[in-house]
């Protein structure tokens, strides 16, 4: 084969096996180092920006979390949905603490509560909620109808009677820029792990 028709990939092995052993060794651990230390950025950029493991602390989440649970959350291309596990920042509340909740109506919907029956509805429908520890009696400090505002989500915790969340006016309509991520997956107790829906 003529020199010009040679693929550049042929030119390069045929360089690399002119070398010599010595010579070869240094270029194939610099290669695994530029390998090893590539992915290092990588995840390195992925745990800071869009992966996180975060601890659960406190039964508020019960049954569907547990005290010290470990659990993978992203914000990766993330916009809240009714439904979803979320992991928030308060300044009102408790700045220094993240709170894990669950989505229960977006921006634009409106959320009242019948305490004495424990029913929660979303413009005036109540939801099915297979995922709570009981039915909500806790009042806190809620009255309702609430509109909840644009750029904004109301939380519940599924132990609604043992749970601080969106009916607490400290914490009220969570501002979606605070929101940390989704809660995906357990990750830690091994017993545990699974998705969370």
């Known amino acids: 084969m003529s020199e010009a028709k040679k693929t550049k990939k042929q030119l390069?092995?045929?360089?690399?096996?002119?070398?010599?052993?010595?010579?070869?060794?240094?270029?194939?651990l610099y290669d695994w180092i530029m390998s090893l230390l590539i992915a290092l950025v990588v995840c390195v950029g992925l745990f800071v920006f869009c992966i996180r493991i975060i601890d659960v602390s406190g039964t508020s989440m019960v049954p569907t979390l547990h005290n010290e649970d470990k659990m993978f959350v992203s914000n990766l291309l993330y916009t809240p949905q009714a439904g979803d596990v979320v992991v928030f920042k308060t300044d009102s509340y408790d700045p220094n603490k993240a709170l894990v909740k669950r989505v229960i109506a977006t921006e634009g919907q409106?959320?009242?509560?019948d305490f004495d029956n424990g029913i929660v509805y979303i413009d005036g429908v109540p939801i099915q909620e297979d995922y709570i520890a009981e039915v909500t009696h806790n009042k806190l400090d809620f009255i309702g109808p609430k509109k909840v505002p644009e750029g904004c989500v109301f939380v519940m915790g599924d132990n609604r009677n043992q749970?601080?969340?969106?009916?607490?006016?400290?914490?009220?309509?969570?501002?979606?820029?605070?929101?940390l991520g989704r809660a995906y997956a357990i990750i830690f107790p091994l017993k545990a792990i699974g998705w969370i829906y």
């Open 12 to 28: 390069e092995k045929e360089a690399y096996d002119r070398l010599a052993p010595d010579e070869k060794l240094r270029r194939d």
């Open 110 to 113: 409106t959320v009242n509560i």
């Open 163 to 179: 749970s601080t969340d969106s009916r607490k006016s400290e914490i009220g309509m969570v501002d979606n820029r605070m929101i």
